[in-house]
């Protein structure tokens, strides 16, 4: 499984929870400043991109568990293809920084039939640039 992005100071799944409880980021982001949470350098608090980054990265590391619990939460998917739609382009954002990694991604998800989705801001894909 390929795993998104480093270790974060923010919890993903805490992130994900908290934004689904509260119904905004903003909200999100007041909770963890009224609970004194820095950033890495010890300065500033967490932002509303920075929350929705780390939610977004828990719901891309953990997809099906994801839709359960988003579900629970209300935010229904009508169909696999309007729910795999959401993801891809959300991940073009978190992973879009590296073409191999959102390829490979893409590849161990079996996502390929939705390159209307990602090409305009990836670009073609070729399987080759995923191989070791």
């Not at 799944?13 to 949470?37: H, I, M, P, Y």
């Amino acid at each position: 499984m390929i795993r998104i992005g480093a270790p974060r100071i923010l919890d993903g799944k805490e992130c994900f929870d908290l934004w689904n409880k509260l119904g905004s980021l903003q909200k999100v982001a007041e909770e963890f400043k009224r609970q004194g949470l820095t950033g890495k350098n010890g300065k500033g608090h967490p932002t509303t991109t920075t929350v929705a980054n780390s939610a977004w990265r828990y719901v891309l590391n953990n997809l099906e568990s994801a839709r359960s619990e988003m579900e629970g939460y209300g935010i229904i998917f009508d169909t696999d293809r309007e729910w795999n739609e959401v993801i891809v382009t959300k991940a073009t954002y978190i992973l879009g920084s590296s073409r191999r990694r959102f390829f490979r991604w893409i590849d161990e998800h079996n996502l390929w039939e939705y390159g209307y989705v990602f090409e305009t801001r990836m670009g073609k894909a070729d399987r080759t640039e995923i191989q070791e």
